[in-house]
């Protein structure tokens, strides 16, 4: 089986701080990982390493079996969703022009409107980017992460300010583009009653790596649930 | 005239692409500092004898490139920088007329343009620099404007973003200087942001917007052209008064909300 992610004693020293300590793990194909820890755990930190962002650090990173040092053609494999799209409320795009951006190719024009349809936007393609609702501009950044077919989705605790509805929907759609599609997912959350019915693995995440394994493995586990939901519930009334 | 108005539909088309970007990155500004910094390359032209557009050219693409690299390297904003890059041109224009005696009929050209001075070998080289930047932005278009957008998303799509917001610098800092004749050193910025801020408010997509900023920017210029021909006033200023009244007629037409923009 193909090794989408191999992480290997990563190590990232910020002034005075150390943001992540000694952290290993291995994504494979298909499978849907849910990080979980609370705010300020180092999350950010390993998305800007993996995304190669952060280049300072120590260890190893692989995507397909290939240090990022190396190359960087492992980015045109990923879709990327961060968690909050900063651009400016009047820039002048519509939601086309904003998925057409990541499209490399332009013979493959016809793709936006098959993901646009598949995520439910299909009607709003000509409307400006920023008279969306967040729910609908996160949608469209789902689509621009998978107009080029992405080997691999990364999503940055994507659903912080969102209506439930729009949630739900989001939840669906990721399950789909897991079970059918088979696009490996590596998602950031809060929410562990999602990342219950959604991931089939789990990296407990606070500076260093607390657990990580088979999602039914950390469930079990009523000490480990119980210290991350309490996390998580401080991280949400931090939120609000 | 005839040349006039063909250089000045030129530089018209030029500003508002190239324009457009720095709106959208809040650099307004930049052009005006880069226009500032071309009077001190203006003066240096002017007291060693050579044509000053050549060291206008040299002047401020030298120093966009340099206060760009200092606002990175020490994370100064971008607006400070502005004023930097803004207030040392001038200051080296200022000590240079200084120490040469003055020179105020040839300088004097330079701060509010000349357009219907143009020369046929400023008309040929303004086409071919407004060709050769069209060129490179429609090559560049997708990185240019996803970097404009998000600068994070863009490079971790693969897009070598320093790369092209130095030439993005580089783009405005030839574009500034190309536009000395057309409107002076004084009212440029009105070009790059005037056109474009007005149709942000009525176009949809990038493109639309681009085009629509295109038309208000060359009905400016060339309206403004022929009017100040015929009743002998300042072109700079009738073209910059023609593009701010299409910006307060569409400030009108949105507040009355007869029109959706």
């Known amino acids: 089986m193909l090794k989408v992610l191999e992480i290997e004693h990563l190590t990232v020293d910020y002034p005075g701080v150390r943001a992540l300590d000694d952290v290993s793990f291995t994504v494979n194909e298909g499978d849907f990982l849910g990080i979980i820890g609370p705010n300020g755990a180092g999350k950010s930190t390993l998305f800007a390493s993996m995304l190669g962002m952060n280049t300072k650090y120590k260890g190893k990173i692989k995507f397909f079996e290939i240090d990022i040092k190396k190359s960087k053609d492992y980015l045109k494999q ?29 013979s493959e024009k016809n ?8 995520l439910w936007i299909h009607e709003l393609g000509n409307r400006r980017i920023g ?31 969102i209506d439930q509805q729009s949630t739900d929907l989001f939840y669906s759609i990721l399950k789909e ?64 | 005239m005839q040349r006039a108005l063909i250089s000045g539909a030129a530089i018209a088309i030029l500003c508002s692409v190239v324009g457009l970007f720095l709106v959208l990155r809040r650099y307004s500004l930049f052009g005006d500092a880069i226009a500032h910094s071309s009077f001190g390359g203006i003066a240096l032209g002017l007291m060693a004898g050579i044509y000053p557009l050549w060291t206008a050219y040299g002047v401020s693409l030298v120093s966009a490139l340099i ?78 404007l996803y970097s404009t957008f998000n600068e994070e998303q863009a ?31 004084l009212l440029i910025s009105a070009l790059f942001v005037i056109p474009n801020v007005t149709a942000i408010m009525y176009g949809k997509g990038f493109k639309q917007t681009a085009l629509l900023s295109i038309t208000f920017s060359i009905f400016s210029v060339v309206t403004g052209i022929l009017v100040s021909y015929v009743f002998d006033i300042a072109p700079a200023g009738t073209i910059v008064l023609l593009s701010i009244g299409l910006f307060a007629g569409t400030i009108g037409i949105r507040s009355t909300g007869l029109v959706k923009t």
């Not at chain 2, 400070?80 to 105020?104: D, H, K, M, N, Q």
Request: charged letters at 20%.
């Open chain 2, 67 to 144: 206060i760009t690299r200092i606002k990175d390297r020490f994370n100064i904003s971008g607006d400070a920088s502005v004023a930097v890059l803004l207030s040392s041109g001038i200051a080296v224009g200022l000590v240079i007329i200084g120490i040469s005696g003055g020179f105020t009929i040839d300088i004097f050209s330079f701060l509010f343009g000349s357009i219907l001075l143009v020369s046929v070998n400023d008309t040929i080289m303004i086409l071919a620099l407004t060709g050769i930047i069209l060129i490179v932005v429609l090559l560049l278009y997708r990185q240019l």
């Open chain 2, 155 to 185: 490079q971790v799509s693969g897009i070598q973003v320093e790369k092209i917001n130095y030439l993005i610098v580089f783009m405005a800092g030839v574009t500034v200087v190309t536009s000395i004749q057309l409107v002076g050193v």
């Open chain 1, 111 to 118: 793709k936006i409107d098959e993901i646009l349809q598949q």
């Open chain 1, 177 to 240: 583009l897991n079970s059918k599609q088979k696009i490996t997912i590596i998602w950031s959350s809060h929410d562990l009653d999602a990342v219950k019915q959604l991931a089939n693995h789990i990296a407990c995440l606070n500076r260093t790596l607390f657990f990580h394994g088979e999602s039914d493995e950390f469930f079990k586990n009523d000490e480990l649930v119980k210290q991350y939901s309490e996390a998580s519930m401080q991280e949400h009334m931090h939120h609000h």
């Open chain 1, 78 to 106: 990923i879709g990327y969703v961060p968690q909050k799209p900063i651009f400016e409320k009047n820039f002048p795009a519509t939601v086309i022009d904003v998925v057409r951006m990541d499209l490399r190719k332009e």
């Open chain 1, 131 to 161: 008279e969306l609702s967040g729910g609908q501009q996160q949608r469209v950044f789902i689509a621009k992460a998978l107009v080029n077919n992405p080997k691999l989705l990364i999503l940055d605790e994507p659903v912080t300010g």
